[in-house]
């Protein structure tokens, strides 16, 4: 059942509301602004249909507050005068569904309230589907890297780590939220390339000659060919061909320099490097966060770009790195 908020100083139109709607939803009342802004705050509700002009907290401020708090909620303004500046307003700060003129007709209203509610639960909807669909894909992007990797659930939370170190440190340098969201996820595909690599390389216990080293590093390149031409995928391939060269140029496959080396691609050659020195290893112990550290600053400018070495670092004294490593342990 749907809760609906209705606010009107008005005692005898708060009571035409609320009949006119108490069969069919949950009805809320408040006879001022504050009244209802202390509702929204505890309370949840799916419409609000609250009158403009009220003493001390008018209509305006409500409804601006229930976008702020709860910008699901849909929001009808009812207003007794034309007062177009006033009404412009709650339509660019509130961001109300519709406003609706005193006297209403009773019909009208309700079908409003209705139609509303049904936009509501459809959007409520696609949002419950985009979230399950957000969430199998993330999983089979885990699957697909942990059959590159060919290993066991270390890599998976290897992978984590990489994750979101990564998401963090493309977040500390200035990059929108929503794409280093995307950049993190992206990241977990920097390997993807090792598909396409024989497993007698890949998983040779001992030192590779050089004729395998040739091999090994192809799989930058193959990894950009498995992941195709999908622009959704751009990063992840911008990634997958990046993430091994240096910021001096000495690395591989494009001897790249500075930065020519996409940026997704140097955030995550870092992130990536900083966790296999801080994960046990069956040929080395870990290392400790601030040693890890003072070897990336070692290499700052030669494999790393100093710029997200300094951010990195920055992460670590306000304890995000040790925060990641203890959620994905």
Wanted: hydrophobic fraction near 40%; charged fraction near 25%; charge should be negative.
């Amino acid at each position: 059942m749907h809760t609906l908020l209705l606010v009107d100083d008005d005692a005898d139109v708060l009571a035409t509301l609320t009949r006119s709607f108490r069969k069919g939803y949950k009805t809320l009342s408040a006879s001022g602004g504050q009244a209802a802004i202390d509702i929204l705050n505890a309370e949840s509700v799916d419409l609000i249909i609250c009158d403009q002009r009220m003493p001390n907290v008018g209509g305006v401020e409500v409804l601006t507050h229930a976008f702020h708090i709860q910008p699901q909620a849909v929001r009808i303004l009812l207003t007794g005068y034309t007062d177009v500046e006033s009404l412009l307003s709650c339509v660019n700060d509130a961001h109300i569904y519709k406003y609706i003129t005193k006297p209403w007709i009773p019909d009208d209203l309700h079908f409003t309230v209705v139609r509303a509610l049904e936009s509501l639960d459809l959007q409520r909807q696609l949002d419950e589907a985009r979230t399950q669909l957000e969430a199998a894909y993330q999983e089979t992007v885990v699957m697909l890297c942990l059959a590159a990797e060919g290993k066991d659930q270390d890599t998976a939370s290897h992978l984590y780590r990489v994750q979101h170190y990564t998401q963090a440190l493309a977040i500390a340098v200035g990059v929108d939220e929503k794409e280093a969201t995307h950049m993190g996820l992206m990241s977990m595909l920097h390997d993807i390339g090792k598909l396409a690599t024989p497993d007698a390389i890949l998983k040779k216990p001992g030192k590779l000659t050089d004729e395998e080293w040739i091999v090994m590093r192809e799989h930058p390149l193959a990894g950009v060919r498995i992941l195709g031409t999908n622009p959704f995928y751009e990063m992840a391939r911008e990634i997958s061909a990046g993430h091994h060269e240096n910021f001096d140029g000495t690395g591989y496959p494009n001897k790249l320099v500075g930065e020519n080396i996409p940026l997704s691609a140097r955030i995550v050659k870092l992130a990536d490097v900083f966790d296999a020195l801080t994960t046990k290893r069956p040929y080395k112990e870990p290392w400790t966060m601030t040693e890890a550290l003072d070897n990336i600053e070692l290499h700052s400018s030669g494999m790393f770009d100093p710029k997200l070495v300094a951010a990195f670092k920055e992460l670590f004294v306000q304890g995000t790195l040790s925060d990641i490593r203890k959620t994905y342990v």
